[in-house]
């Protein structure tokens, strides 16, 4: 859609100075000054608009603006597969909109199927959340099949959708199992305080298996303890400390097995 755009603007463009070229060199009114008199009048501003407008054309149709405009991917990208990306680094384009710079992500991406590919994405960011776009912070993408070398932040909303394959995601690389998940689905949110931690050592693509004791508060008051295991993100094993408060999910009648909540970029 973006290429079709430009290329109408571009004909558009031409045609507008070249019929202003071929009635000024072929105009004739008979009378001494006819032929000066072919370059002024109404199609003057033909050349001054196609000049004007292609340029924004092209702007605005640049990777990451017109979403930002929009708020919605573009056509070709709003019904893409869902994929999770991992950012491994941030450049400035030179490009900003509102005073708002445009960023090139350079992005490791885990798509729908289990594969991995490396990719890149434009994005108008806002001056405030700039610092937040890091190396190894992870966001949900939209991306064609076959087509992988370019990708677009989604911005559907739809959250249903990229935990379905971040959950399958880490099903695969051995980070969780099913009946974990559907804990974290089905059960009863609660508070815990980590009264034990042990890390045995096993690291899986860069997440680490922790151990820990817990004494969960049921939402009536009463306390139970229990015991679980997690693969964490390195940089997270800081919010699993002793003494610290975390989020989980248990299945009334079955307490021993609870769902560790932790947030997906620290």
Do not use: C
């Not at 640049?62 to 950012?87: C, D, L, Y």
């Not at 610092?131 to 912070?137: H, I, N």
């Amino acid at each position: 859609m973006t290429a079709r755009i430009r290329a109408l603007a571009l004909i558009a463009g031409i045609a507008a100075v070249g019929y202003y070229l071929w009635h000024g060199l072929t105009f004739s009114s008979g009378g001494f000054d006819g032929g000066e008199l072919g370059w002024l009048g109404w199609q003057m501003a033909l050349p001054i608009i196609a000049i004007t407008v292609v340029p924004i054309v092209f702007a605005f149709s640049g990777e990451g603006i017109g979403q930002a405009f929009t708020g919605r991917n573009s056509a070709a990208f709003r019904a893409g597969s869902v994929g999770i990306a991992t950012v491994t680094s941030v450049h400035q384009t030179g490009v900003s909109v509102n005073d708002q710079p445009q960023v090139r992500l350079e992005l490791s991406v885990q798509g729908a199927d289990g594969d991995t590919f490396d990719s890149r994405a434009k994005v108008i960011v806002p001056l405030t959340e700039l610092a937040l776009l890091r190396s190894g912070v992870v966001l949900p993408v939209r991306y064609l099949p076959g087509r992988t070398d370019k990708v677009e932040i989604d911005r559907s909303g739809d959250r249903a959708a990229m935990q379905n394959v971040w959950n399958e995601n880490m099903i695969r690389r051995g980070l969780t199992n099913r009946g974990t998940l559907d804990i974290a689905a089905r059960g009863v949110a609660a508070q815990a305080v980590v009264q034990s931690l042990s890390v045995p050592g096993e690291i899986r693509d860069g997440y680490v298996k922790a151990v820990l004791g817990l004494a969960v508060t049921r939402p009536d008051g009463s306390t139970f303890g229990t015991r679980t295991e997690k693969f964490v993100p390195s940089g997270s094993v800081e919010l699993i400390q002793i003494g610290r408060v975390v989020q989980v999910h248990y299945l009334p009648g079955a307490e021993e097995d609870v769902a560790l909540a932790l947030p997906v970029n620290t």
